[in-house]
């Protein structure tokens, strides 16, 4: 797809006017009659996401008024790139209170179109910014945005561990940092038990890898904050014999959007150059079905010593961060943070649009709200309630990945499990994401949606940059 947003444009430019519902009687006081006119024909009042065009004697849309209500919400120009008509846009000035970087990125995301698979691509609208946008850094976190939804929206097929890994590397390579890959057997030789048991049953050229990006930003010191990222990559998940029925496989394509966001926010962080060291951590496993799969009962050993016996083999997103998070622990990070597509009870609990994140550091916790409001990125703080934690208790190992008796709790479990494997140098925070919208609305289409990303982002920035 093209960028939504561009400097400047040698095609007809439309002005756009946002305006708010207390700006707009006086603009309309200012305007020849037939514009209130066509306004109550459309019922247009300036509330938040109306939308008026305007055309001219030609026939072609000559203004475009685009209502914004009280006027704080940037992130409603979202919702006005997916209904323009094709063509060329310009804002006729930036509403009071709002960032003209906010608006495009807004935009920029909203525009976004996944048309990997179509033979014909319709063209979009477009925002023209001129000079008073840092187009640079707008685009930076649009394209990884653009390349977590991407990701995410790709058919299994096209998106196995193979091709995560050759992501992570041209990432690597764009931004002078080192890659390194354990891939099938060498998983057992260097340490990653859990990962090999979930990913081993996966045909050939679909072998379960570990792969870790090392980078630390140019001219920064070699004890720069160290900040582990690290996702889960399970491409696609039948649940392993204890398959899941048709309708809850459909979508198994995204069960990697921890990945995806992984490397995302990996990129993001690459891209400002801020001046940490960064190491990014994502297991790549298809958690498929054959005569070599892990069974229900089977007990795993882990990279940080603690055995785990299987409850269920659909709990396997847990398994393989495990392992992660443990090599993360290694490296004595002063902040971890970890993105999953773990439970079904996140989404019961909070939705599909707000994601929740559990951590025990209270600065931490303030830190990502304060950002999370900022970015309009929506999180919700949940608690690692330690009431729960007996039931990680396994029959005849040290922990079981399906907690009893509180299925209720799903989510808060499965982040007390990752807990136990988690570095316990700095602060560390666990993310249940979704990474999909499953109602469309304008700007947010059915499919594929980065989550958590820009907040974490903009915490990041706000501690370290």
């Not at 910014?129 to 058919?155: E, I, Y």
Request: proline fraction near 6%.
């Amino acid at each position: 797809m093209t960028d939504p947003v561009i400097a400047a444009s040698e095609e007809r430019v439309i002005p756009l006017l946002a305006v708010t519902t207390q700006a707009w009687p006086d603009l309309l006081a200012s305007r020849p009659v037939s514009l209130g006119r066509l306004a109550e024909i459309g019922g247009f009042k300036a509330g938040a996401g109306q939308l008026l065009l305007v055309h001219g004697e030609d026939g072609e849309v000559a203004e475009v008024l685009f209502g914004l209500g009280a006027g704080d919400d940037a992130f409603a120009f979202r919702g006005l790139a997916a209904r323009l008509p094709a063509g060329d846009y310009a804002l006729a000035e930036t509403p009071e209170g709002l960032t003209a970087e906010d608006i495009a990125l807004a935009f920029w995301l909203g525009g976004y179109r996944f048309d990997r698979y179509r033979a014909a691509r319709e063209a979009g609208p477009r925002l023209v910014v001129g000079d008073s946008v840092d187009l640079a850094a707008v685009k930076s976190l649009a394209h990884a945005c653009a390349l977590a939804r991407d990701m995410v929206n790709t058919p299994a097929g096209d998106m196995g561990p193979l091709q995560i890994e050759t992501i992570a590397r041209e990432i690597a390579e764009q931004h002078g940092a080192s890659l390194s890959v354990s891939t099938g057997d060498e998983l057992l030789a260097d340490g990653y038990p859990a990962v090999h048991a979930v990913g081993r049953a996966a045909g050939p050229g679909r072998d379960p890898r570990i792969i870790e990006i090392s980078w630390t930003a140019p001219g920064a010191p070699a004890d720069a904050p160290l900040v582990a990222i690290v996702g889960k990559g399970v491409t696609f998940d039948t649940g392993g014999l204890d398959i899941k029925p048709s309708a809850g496989m459909r979508l198994m394509k995204k069960d990697m959007g921890g990945a995806a966001h992984a490397l995302a926010l990996g990129r993001m962080v690459m891209d400002a150059g801020l001046p940490v060291r960064l190491v990014v951590l994502v297991p790549a496993v298809e958690n498929a079905i054959s005569g070599d799969a892990m069974r229900p009962g089977d007990v795993l050993a882990t990279r940080k010593g603690l055995t785990v016996e299987v409850g269920n083999t659909d709990a396997e997103g847990r398994l393989i961060l495990a392992d992660a998070l443990a090599r993360a622990g290694e490296l004595s990070p002063d902040l971890t943070i970890d993105m999953a597509t773990l439970t079904g009870a996140a989404r019961i609990a909070l939705g599909p649009q707000v994601i929740p994140f559990y951590t025990d550091d209270e600065a931490l916790a303030a830190d990502i709200a304060a950002a999370a409001l900022e970015a309009r990125d929506p999180l919700w703080r949940m608690p690692l309630w330690p009431g729960y934690e007996d039931a990680l208790t396994g029959e005849i190992a040290d922990l079981r990945n399906d907690p009893e008796g509180w299925a209720q709790a799903g989510s808060v479990t499965a982040a007390l499990f990752l807990k136990r494997f988690a570095p316990t140098s700095g602060a560390w925070v666990h993310l249940d994401i979704f990474a999909w919208n499953p109602k469309g609305r304008p700007g947010w289409p059915v499919g594929a949606e980065a989550q958590a990303i820009r907040a974490l982002f903009r915490m990041l920035k706000a501690r370290f940059g």
